[in-house]
């Protein structure tokens, strides 16, 4: 009788099962690495293409429009926060009293507490609220959009779409 045998008589073609499992799960863990640096390389080049443009822009004074101030965020039709779905509430510059709130902090206002003693030569004692913002801030935006362009493992293991699509917007302020 030999011990060693009939211990592993029941156990053959295990380990050809194990390698099995393990290999497909190192192949999903490889698959989602070489996406997420699809994915990083896209957005490291969408940005910079987008800041050459706002450079560009705001070289040549072209204002491209100059964004909108942003109030607070509504989570969309998911209700969740952070996802595409989320919409900016905005005000206009026509309205910069709703941002006043914001400069002032119980009984000194940024508005018009300038006078103090340690203040020489003060040039103005209260602060125009439609100064306050991006009208003041004289800016340029450009939005750049690039798809990446997902493999047939990683639409049949993350997603079910054909690609992915990174869109950044940078804003500067145009010199003059």
Known sequence: MNLKRDNFKNQS????AELIVSIIGIMIVFTGFFMV???GVAKVENVISARGGADLSSYIGDS???GSAIISWSSGGDGFYYTEDDLPLTATSESPETFSSELQNGSFSLLSNFSMFYIENNFATTLDPDSVFLPAADLTFVTRSQSVELD???RALYF???SITVTDTIYMPIIE
């Not at 073609?13 to 050809?16: N, W």
């Open 13 to 16: 073609g295990q380990a050809t």
């Open 37 to 39: 640096v699809d994915l």
């Open 64 to 66: 491209g429009g100059s």
């Open 152 to 154: 047939d493992a990683t």
């Open 160 to 162: 079910n779409t054909p």
